[in-house]
């Protein structure tokens, strides 16, 4: 069984410039999260998404940084503009129910400099 | 409030020794989940092991055995007889109440051959 997708693995920009983030979860993986995780720190849930609605975003700063989910499967993180303070590596998770019984399986991630 | 504390940001040890890291929590709720995850090289965080709040019984796969005591707030992992393909980060979570993951900061375990 494949495991969470995501695209690119690195990414560098210079500041003010807008990126993008694909992720494809694992095939029947209702719920779709995703983190921000800098150097040397645990990853930090950005917005969780339950089929296609965003159920949890609060920690996502909405002035720069947009999500979608479009029919409930993959998802796209983006950020416009990027900041210095944005380089980090993006991590997207998947799992079967929102529920907190359900372990998350997470993609490689991708590895953003901002320059 | 909820937290998850790691206190040991790196360990080393030489092949086949055992090794505990440590992981301390805290949450006012009485349901709840502790994870540990294993952070590769690669980057990709490897499930490990989940645990409720109501079942405090040591767990032991393998090389691997968990210590969970309410008592004290900790969810301890030990590896027994480390190997090189040990060497990672080792991240401890909790969930409660809400279904967002709170991580540690994460101890690098680094095993010298």
């Known amino acids: 069984e494949a495991g969470v997708v995501q695209s690119p693995r690195y990414k560098i920009i210079e500041k003010k410039q807008p990126v993008a983030f694909w ?93 | 409030a909820q937290k998850v504390t790691q206190a040991q940001t790196e360990i080393s040890v030489v092949e086949k020794e055992d090794v505990t890291l440590d992981c301390v929590y805290e949450t006012r709720d009485t349901t709840y989940y502790l994870f540990w995850y294993k952070q590769p090289p690669s980057g990709e965080l490897v499930f490990l092991i989940r645990r409720n709040s109501f079942d405090e019984q040591n767990e032991i796969s393998g090389r691997y055995s968990w210590n969970f005591q309410k008592s004290t707030s900790s969810f301890n992992f030990t590896i027994t007889a480390s190997q090189v393909v040990d060497s990672a980060v080792y991240f401890c979570a909790l969930i409660s109440g809400t279904y967002k993951y709170i991580f540690g900061t994460g101890t690098r375990l680094k095993v010298l051959a």
């Open chain 1, 23 to 115: 992720c494809n979860p694992i095939s029947g993986h209702n719920t779709l999260y995703w983190y921000r995780q800098n150097l040397g720190q645990g990853p930090e849930l950005l917005i969780r998404y339950e089929n296609e609605e965003a159920v949890d975003d609060s920690q996502l700063p909405k002035d720069r940084f947009s999500a979608e989910r479009l029919k409930g499967v993959d998802s796209t993180l983006k950020i416009q503009p990027a900041e210095l303070g944005d380089s980090a590596v993006y991590l997207c998770a998947s799992s079967l129910g929102g529920g907190s019984a359900y372990e998350q399986y997470f993609g490689p991630g991708t590895r953003l400099t901002v320059t």
